[in-house]
């Protein structure tokens, strides 16, 4: 064991902060106050955005800023512990927003000998950053503006170094397309809330990193040893096998016999053709496997097209969510166009479930005569028509003709925009599009949905409860009790993306606070985290900010909603036939059981019991109760 | 009586075939019959004890219908998928 000194162990102890607008760039030392309130990772942005970015502020103004965050194992040999997250106010929704992505990038920004960038201001010209350890230069991005993210990839890595990581943004974030993602040179992608847009309203095309550094490791032995029982435990896993063989794709049929994979835009008739996507048959296009750094899991497949008009594609890979997004919801059981369309949306720099979503709005509007072919510029909107939707994204992307345009900004302002009773078919929540889980058939699920403090999202909080039955098994149907699963796995989440772990092992229960404190204080020597119960508050603490960031930006009880259609009309196929989604039920209980108020805002008792006193004073500007 | 017994994953590689057709000389039958009927024609032994292994009745996973003896009728469908999280 080393001797603690002044430096720090774990961390790289350095935060890079970007100022585009000045073309400057300064090392900040990592604050002690903000590592020991909140870890790392999405803790770091979350507090970073709520002293940084005043409320009201435009997402795609100089004003917002980008936060991109590692964690205190990112880099380390704790097995899917190095992903990174980007945080941001956020152009599609207006409120807080997080969005985790994976690959290397986030190990070798460590590695360069920073924890967290944070971009701010506009630069007057394309530009991308490019950080060769302490060496940080704004370099011309004009050649590479217009490129897709594989070519800009290419060309970026060609004129910096071969084995430089990036994340970059594609046509879509240049076009301020508020579904823009930001992808990785290994494409993987943060794309929920339109971080692409806000790396295009900057004119900042790249980040690309080189590092020669590791973290210094407080016990590297006993660092060594959690990390050993962690390999074995996932030997053990039964459901290792299946995972690092299909990734979430061995999930996709399954979802729909659950009720889930809602089709044709939550209509939820039946799907025919939905065997296309069991898991076999989606094995026969895996060519290869790929996974992000220190992971042994590597669930990310390449996907291989070799017949009909997509042959040829061989890409990583359309995972549940996109099979839905490009599949389900627009009725297309066509798994080669699902292929193409994750392709596109990876090359133009989109995120695949708001695109898709996006789509089958328009579709249904399309569908019930609410638009006509003088609205999607001639194109006939159909479900199942693979074509079409490929053209979709296309015109999203490039903001090609008027629907293209209008789906652009995304499902809720589209609906805003064309009125006519168009909003009761947009499936977002807080202008976040859904994903693949209908709140009808899973409660306690769709109140995470409903409560997300980004929005819509499962991947902040999934029900394993309901859904996979860990740690225990409950009843999807069943309201009571529900609040109290939907805080467990918001705060658990929250926690655990502060060092940055993987949503997968955590969402199978292979990650959790108790394994997570073991390897955090050997690896940070730092006496708080060696408790579990501490790692709890954090993630407490964590999710309350996000809330209050919300709360000051306007949000209340009445956004804490689901779209209309899962309130009133009952759900038409098994296993939840019959069902509606009883909101407000839920919501009262969860408030309670968050301590909050009726409207939803955090109680002055609860922030200051987390302490967030700062917080409890800026929010009782809104007239906080006691 | 007639059953839909689907195998997703690996029950699927268990047994070899995605979907049969089971037929009971009865009006209504339990998920243990059906599993021993399984068992016994197919060689293939499904339990609730193994953590990665649902077993669905139109859709519901049968711990929340009275376990193995929840009830299927005719022209009910039953899965027996193996279950990983989504993502
Ligand atoms: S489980 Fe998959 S997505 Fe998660 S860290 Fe491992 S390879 Fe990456």
């Known amino acids: 064991m080393k001797k603690k000194v002044d430096s720090w162990f774990g961390y790289m102890g350095q935060v890079l902060r970007v100022d585009l607008t000045h073309r400057k760039c300064r090392v900040e030392p990592l604050q002690k106050e903000l590592v020991e309130n909140f870890i790392g990772g999405r803790g770091f942005g979350a507090k970073i955005l709520w002293d940084e970015i005043p409320a009201g502020i435009d997402p795609l103004s100089p004003e917002n800023k980008l936060v991109i965050s590692t964690g205190p194992l990112t880099g380390t040999k704790v097995q899917s512990a190095s992903r990174w997250v980007a945080q941001f106010k956020s152009p599609l929704t207006g409120i807080y927003c997080r969005s985790v992505g994976g690959g290397y990038f986030g190990a070798e920004l460590k590695f360069a000998g920073y924890d967290m960038v944070i971009v701010e201001g506009k630069a007057e010209r394309p530009v991308y950053v490019w950080i060769d350890d302490d060496k940080v230069e704004f370099k011309n991005a004009t050649k590479v503006w217009g490129m897709n993210t594989l070519a800009a990839r290419d060309f970026l890595l060609e004129e910096t170094e071969k084995g430089a990581r990036a994340i970059i943004v594609g046509p879509a974030g240049e076009n301020l397309v508020k579904v823009a993602a930001i992808v990785t040179d290994d494409s993987r992608t943060a794309a929920r809330g339109g971080p692409g847009a806000v790396m295009g309203s900057k004119n900042l095309k790249a980040i690309v990193v080189k590092g020669s550094k590791k973290p210094v490791i407080y016990n590297e032995e006993a660092l060594g040893e959690a990390v050993k029982e962690q390999i074995q435990a996932y030997r053990q896993w039964s459901h290792f096998k299946d995972f690092h063989e299909l990734g979430t794709d061995h999930a996709v049929y399954l979802w729909y016999t659950f009720g889930h994979f809602p089709p044709y835009n939550f209509q939820q008739r039946e799907l025919a053709g939905v065997e296309r996507f069991r898991p076999e048959v989606l094995a026969s296009y895996v060519v290869g496997h790929k996974g992000c750094y220190g992971c042994m899991v590597r669930c990310g497949k390449v996907f291989k097209v070799t017949k009909g008009p997509y042959a040829g594609i061989a890409w990583e890979f359309p995972e549940l969510e996109t099979h839905w997004s490009f599949g389900g919801i627009l009725g297309n059981c066509n798994i080669e166009s699902i292929i193409a369309a994750n392709m596109l949306c990876d090359l133009y720099g989109l995120d695949t479930i708001s695109t898709g979503v996006a789509i089958a709005f328009a579709t249904e509007l399309y569908e019930k005569g609410i638009i006509g072919k003088s609205e999607t510029d001639g194109l006939e909107l159909k479900w199942g028509d693979a074509e079409v939707m490929l053209e979709m994204v296309k015109r999203i992307a490039l903001r090609m003709g008027n629907m293209g345009n209008l789906l652009a900004e995304g499902t809720k302002r589209a609906a805003e925009i064309i009125g006519r009773g168009a909003e009761k078919y947009a499936m977002h929540i807080k202008g976040l599009e859904m994903p693949a889980y209908d709140p009808r058939a899973m409660k306690g699920q769709g109140l995470g949905l409903a409560t997300g403090t980004i929005g819509g999202s499962h991947a902040i909080s999934w029900n394993k409860f309901e859904i996979l039955g860990v740690p225990k098994k409950v009843d999807p149907f069943i309201v009571e009790g529900k609040a109290e699963l939907a805080k467990y796995v918001q705060d658990e989440m929250a926690a655990c993306e502060t060092a940055v772990f993987c949503k997968l092992t955590v969402n199978h229960n292979m990650t959790n606070p108790n394994f997570y404190s073991k390897v955090l204080y050997s690896a940070t020597g730092i006496e708080e985290f060696k408790d579990p119960k501490y790692l709890w508050l954090v993630g407490e603490r964590i999710w309350n900010l996000e809330r209050a960031f919300d709360v000051r930006e306007g949000i209340e009880r009445k956004h804490d909603t689901v779209p209309v259609r899962l309130l009133k009309e009952a759900m038409p196929r098994a296993p939840a036939k019959g069902q509606i989604f009883e909101l407000d039920k839920l919501l009262k209980d969860y408030y309670r059981v968050r301590g909050w108020d009726e409207r939803g805002s955090p109680t002055k008792k609860k922030l200051v019991e987390l302490g967030l006193v700062e917080v409890a004073g800026e929010l009782e500007k809104k007239a906080l109760p006691t | ?87």
């Open chain 2, 1 to 87: 009586m007639k059953v839909l017994a689907k195998f997703v994953g690996s029950p699927y590689k268990i047994v070899g075939v995605s979907d049969i057709w089971l037929f009971f000389d009865k009006d209504e039958i339990t998920v243990r019959e059906l599993l021993n009927k399984l068992e016994m024609e197919r060689g293939v032994k499904f339990t609730l004890e193994s953590d990665n292994i649902v077993i669905l009745v139109n859709g519901r996973r049968i711990e929340f219908m009275g376990g193995l003896d929840a009830r299927l009728k005719d022209l009910d469908e039953i899965v027996v998928a193996s279950i990983i999280g989504g993502g």
